[in-house]
């Protein structure tokens, strides 16, 4: 393991005058309790390494010290994917997490350990203005120990409007209809597909983007997938994912520097119209508005296409969750949760919007997003309007293996076939799941 040497945006904000602190934070006197409280107090927040999640964090610590005079918020950085999960256990394990932190929800959530190592929040006044399923994913036990930082996400296909205008496309309600556009794409000279394998992480959506489709065909896939039931090598309908994947590759319908091309490039590629389609994460929206401003204009969003056109919906990520491990004690105990209690209010929503543009709907009652949202996030809140989509598998179950980004990067890559790759990635959940003591597995 490697020593962790994060990366550090020291934040100090001269406290202002009380009232016009209060007014930049948007909330009443009472709502964080500022005033002299906490004096002299310094927290460390340690955040994702995403350009946006750390304006976001950023905006955050400003506005919460600007309301809350004598406490110092230094915001932190910590790399994606593996790498910064191992950080995050790391820190945690050895009594050297910072104060609050924001990690995943869901199943990777209860991967570290949260009774043993976070401080419960379940009595916290903020905890039922939060999204009921918000709630559950960053709770273990009956405890709830986290709050919501950012949108709700889906994983889907981001799309150019222009190249569909162009090539008088319609958008795919099924997986042979958004083949066929994939075919017409490539005819015109066009990348169909824009991987970035250089981020191991965004090789996952085909297969984790697919679950609204999966729970479609199996409604119970869920339940019996933690109980050691099903698996994603035997399910027709869980295994559909690693075939597309494979698929689109073997056809030729990536951009040719996959394998080392990352997010961002992926974004700019998107929106320069040199690919048409993104498997991907709506955080990466603001990724996009920095790469190619103009061409996130022409960018929407559709689900991953299955069989059925009448059940054509999105999956749905909750939000990260924003934690205080155990180590957090005393004065800055207070603190941390007053700084999490702002960030799930109203004012820490508008913050988070001020520091980066929300891709999705906020958690959190009494939330709202700003008029100028992109074109995606648009399309993104009409399925919710609609109620055509189904939670992520991770926020149904606490089963995620932590190699799937590795296998899926061998599929995509053609160096493992789907069933094979479907078939490892079973045997690294059922690890998992052994780790976790789950009955029913062996």
């Known amino acids: 393991m490697r020593k962790h040497t994060s990366s550090r945006h020291h934040l100090r904000v001269i406290a202002l005058a009380a009232g016009a602190?209060?007014?930049?934070?948007?909330?009443?006197?009472?709502?964080?309790?500022?005033?002299?409280?906490?004096?002299?107090?310094?927290?460390?927040?340690?955040?994702?390494?995403?350009?946006?999640?750390?304006?976001?964090?950023?905006?955050?610590?400003?506005?919460?010290?600007?309301?809350?005079?004598?406490?110092?918020?230094?915001?932190?950085?910590?790399?994606?994917?593996?790498?910064?999960?191992?950080?995050?256990?790391?820190?945690?394990?050895?009594?050297?997490?910072a104060d609050v932190f924001v990690y995943n929800s869901g199943s990777l959530f209860q991967a570290i350990g949260p009774e043993q190592n976070l401080t419960p929040l379940t009595d916290q006044p903020w905890v039922g203005s939060v999204e009921e399923n918000s709630q559950r994913v960053v709770s273990a036990g009956d405890q709830v120990y986290g709050a919501p930082f950012g949108p709700q996400l889906t994983g889907a296909i981001l799309y150019n409007k222009k190249i569909y205008a162009d090539l008088g496309l319609e958008v795919p309600r099924t997986w042979d209809a958004f083949m066929q556009n994939n075919a017409a794409i490539k005819a015109a000279g066009i990348d169909p597909v824009i991987q970035t394998y250089g981020d191991t992480y965004t090789s996952q959506l085909f297969v984790l983007g697919d679950f609204h489709n999966v729970a479609s065909a199996e409604p119970d896939f869920a339940e019996r997938y933690t109980a050691g039931q099903a698996k994603f090598a035997t399910s027709p309908a869980a295994l559909k994912g690693w075939q597309h994947l494979q698929e689109l590759h073997d056809l030729g319908y990536y951009n040719e520097d996959f394998p080392t091309a990352k997010m961002e490039e992926g974004m700019r590629k998107l929106g320069e119209a040199e690919g048409a389609h993104y498997p991907m994460l709506t955080n990466g929206i603001p990724a996009l508005a920095q790469a190619s401003p103009e061409g996130a204009?022409?960018?929407?969003?559709?689900?991953?296409?299955?069989?059925?056109?009448?059940?054509?919906?999105?999956?749905?990520?909750?939000?990260?969750?924003?934690?205080?491990?155990?180590?957090?004690?005393?004065?800055?105990?207070?603190?941390?949760?007053?700084?999490?209690?702002?960030?799930?209010?109203?004012a820490g929503c508008d913050a988070q919007s001020a520091g980066a543009m929300p891709t999705g709907p906020y958690a959190v009652d009494g939330c709202t997003l700003p008029a100028d949202v992109?074109?995606?996030?648009?399309?993104?809140?009409?399925?919710?309007?609609?109620?055509?989509?189904?939670?992520?598998?991770?926020?149904?179950?606490?089963?995620?293996?932590?190699?799937?980004?590795?296998?899926?990067?061998?599929?995509g890559s053609g160096i493992r076939p789907a069933a094979d790759g479907a078939a490892l990635y079973d045997d690294d959940v059922r690890k998992q799941a052994l780790q976790l003591g789950l009955d029913g597995w062996q």
């Open 374 to 411: 992109l074109p995606a996030t648009t399309d993104f809140q009409s399925y919710i309007d609609a109620g055509t989509y189904s939670p992520a598998l991770e926020f149904l179950s606490p089963i995620k293996g932590p190699a799937l980004e590795q296998i899926t990067v061998e599929v």
């Open 21 to 97: 602190a209060l007014a930049l934070a948007g909330c009443s006197a009472g709502s964080l309790g500022s005033s002299g409280d906490g004096d002299g107090v310094s927290l460390t927040f340690l955040v994702g390494s995403n350009q946006s999640r750390v304006n976001a964090a950023q905006s955050v610590a400003e506005a919460f010290m600007a309301a809350n005079a004598g406490i110092t918020v230094d915001v932190e950085t910590r790399p994606s994917g593996s790498e910064g999960d191992n950080i995050v256990k790391t820190r945690l394990a050895t009594g050297d997490m």
């Open 297 to 346: 204009k022409e960018i929407g969003i559709f689900p991953i296409p299955g069989d059925d056109p009448a059940k054509n919906g999105l999956t749905v990520w909750s939000p990260d969750g924003v934690y205080i491990p155990k180590t957090t004690e005393g004065e800055k105990l207070d603190a941390a949760k007053k700084l999490v209690a702002f960030i799930a209010s109203p």
